[in-house]
């Protein structure tokens, strides 16, 4: 008999992934999509996977979609992927962002420990959580303190708090997953990565003349969320709940970012990439380097993705779709 896994936030960038990941394992797979007003584009990033999963409407914050939704499927996994997941737009929609991503996880959690409390959850937490924290050695781990620079950091502080009592008070398989930034063709092209991939192509190709950027300083691990979403899958599969740092190890400046996309294209940044104030950040992380040892030795998982290949990718799917 197939597996279930259900995914919320499956239309987006890890959702989409990770359900491609789990059909070829020979899962059953079950998305929660959030209704938009367009629902033209809603699900185009799970278009390569046409009918091979089941798709239905709901809300993280709309309890009863969640729990007739849960009730009716019974799961074996659930990867609540589901958030506002934009910094920087954090700032401007905190109530909805702590809304969203703090009381929805409960929302979830609750239909999960109700209906379902044999089967295993998944949560996304996010490096965002260690904020301006740092161990004495630049790198953060599973026991770097958390001090959160953002709203968005803020509630998925309190999501995974929330995860480790269900899992300490009901015994519940609960596990978090500290991923650290993850990028592909798929990312939103409102978060910087892919706005510096579609901007230097665009202007390779003669579309654009500028790129406005905010802060160039700021220093990410970035991954292929290829990698990362079967270290989701690695970890709610580990035979005990439990929580792991997910990230290549290596950090870069978005300066750095610019610098190898536009060389790989035959330009110079310098000549196209211009600072905006509004772009910019009430409270910023300055650097963020993970330290997934743990994960590499307890799981087995290994990252295929560099930086490099990341970015080569990205510059052909974009090149592509700017070309046509």
């Not at 398989?173 to 990312?187: A, D, Q, T």
């Not at 802060?215 to 691990?221: E, G, K, Q, S």
Request: glycine residues 6%.
């Amino acid at each position: 008999m197939k597996k279930k896994a259900f995914i919320t936030g499956i239309n987006g960038q890890d959702g989409s992934y990770l359900s491609s990941y789990l059909v070829d394992k020979g899962y059953k797979v079950y998305g929660l999509v959030r209704r938009n007003s367009i629902n033209e584009h809603q699900t185009t990033r799970l278009d390569i996977l046409n009918n091979k999963i089941d798709l239905s409407y709901g809300d993280l914050l709309d309890e009863s979609s969640l729990e007739s939704k849960i009730r009716k499927i019974k799961p074996d996994e659930i990867y609540n992927l589901a958030a506002q997941s934009h910094v920087k737009v954090s700032f401007e929609i905190p109530q909805f962002t702590v809304k969203t991503n703090a009381i929805g996880v409960l929302n979830i959690l609750e239909a999960y420990r109700k209906f379902c409390p044999k089967s295993r959850f998944y949560q996304a937490s996010s490096s965002e959580m260690f904020g301006v924290s740092v161990d004495k050695d630049k790198f953060q781990r599973e026991t770097t303190k958390l001090a959160p620079n953002s709203p968005y950091g803020c509630s998925k502080v309190f999501s995974f708090y929330l995860t480790k009592f269900y899992r300490r008070a009901y015994k519940l398989f609960v596990c978090n997953g500290i991923l650290f930034n993850h990028e592909s063709p798929f990312r939103g092209t409102n978060f910087v990565t892919n706005k510096i991939v579609k901007g230097a192509v665009a202007i390779k190709l003669g579309l654009q003349k500028k790129l406005e950027l905010g802060n160039l300083d700021a220093y990410r691990d970035w991954g292929h969320s290829k990698d990362y979403v079967e270290a989701m899958h690695k970890i709610i599969n580990h035979k005990v709940p439990d929580d792991f740092v997910v990230a290549s190890g290596k950090t870069y400046s978005v300066r750095d970012f610019c610098n190898i996309t536009f060389k790989k294209l035959n330009l110079n940044y310098k000549d196209y990439v211009v600072q905006n104030k509004k772009y910019l950040r009430p409270g910023e992380v300055p650097f963020l380097k993970g330290d997934a040892r743990r994960a590499r030795k307890i799981l087995g998982w290994k990252p295929k993705y560099t930086i490099h290949t990341l970015i080569d990718e990205m510059i052909e799917s974009w090149t592509k779709t700017l070309s046509k």
